[in-house]
T-cell receptor, first 113, second 111 residues
């Protein structure tokens, strides 16, 4: 398996634009996590899914953020409209039911100017 | 709500010294605890996974212990090398599927 795959690796966008981050979890994993990492706040859990259903989205900072998991092999995190304070590295991770080892993607470095 | 704390926040040691990194968590209802390594500007790499029924796990120079009842885990790195310099994070998987992280310990091994 190629591991957790995130795209794009880097994204530079202007304030007010819509940004969509993508994640493909490891095949067979049914738990998927979206994290945001900044120097100031460290690693923050935004939302996580189990069997494609959002379990807890209390970490999503504002209504500008939304996440979907239409099937077991794909998830998106969307920011609309984006703001400079959204600049961070966004990580996706997957595991099996939170019981097995969790693996992370390489992250998407988002810069909003 | 699960709270994960890592002490110390930073650690600097000379090459060859053993490293001891601590992690504590508030809710003992966990599935497992996992240790990760993160190099600057990179993603998270899994080092060790300890299931809630286990007391310790070993991989090469790394050894991690788990005391679930007291909410503690310790990562030992024997005979440290400059290549061990990185940030080490612990994460706890709780019964609600949530994976909660500590803030990490940044390690510098001086040659």
């Amino acid at each position: 398996d190629a591991g957790v795959i995130q795209s794009p690796r880097h994204e530079v966008t202007e304030m007010g634009q819509e940004v969509t981050l993508r994640c493909k979890p490891i095949s067979g994993h049914n738990s998927l996590f979206w994290y945001r990492q900044t120097m100031m706040r460290g690693l923050e859990l935004l939302i996580y899914f189990n069997n494609n259903v959002p379990i807890d989205d209390s970490g999503m900072p504002e209504d500008r953020f939304s996440a979907k998991m239409p099937n077991a092999s794909f998830s998106t995190l969307k920011i609309q409209p984006s703001e400079p304070r959204d600049s961070a590295v966004y990580f996706c991770a997957s595991s099996f039911a939170g019981v097995t080892e969790a693996f992370f993607g390489q992250g998407t470095r988002l810069t909003v100017v | 709500k699960q709270e994960v704390t890592q002490i110390p926040a930073a650690l600097s040691v000379p090459e060859g010294e053993n490293l001891v990194l601590n992690c504590s968590f508030t809710d003992s209802a966990i599935y497992n605890l996992q240790w990760f390594r993160q190099d600057p500007g990179k993603g998270l790499t899994s080092l060790l996974l300890i299931q809630s029924s286990q007391r310790e796990q070993t991989s090469g120079r790394l050894n991690a212990s788990l005391d679930k009842s007291s909410g503690r885990s310790t990562l030992y790195i024997a005979a440290s090398q400059p290549g061990d310099s990185a940030t080490y994070l612990c994460a706890v998987s709780s019964n609600d599927y949530k994976l909660s992280f500590g803030a990490g310990t940044t390690v510098t091994v001086r040659a």
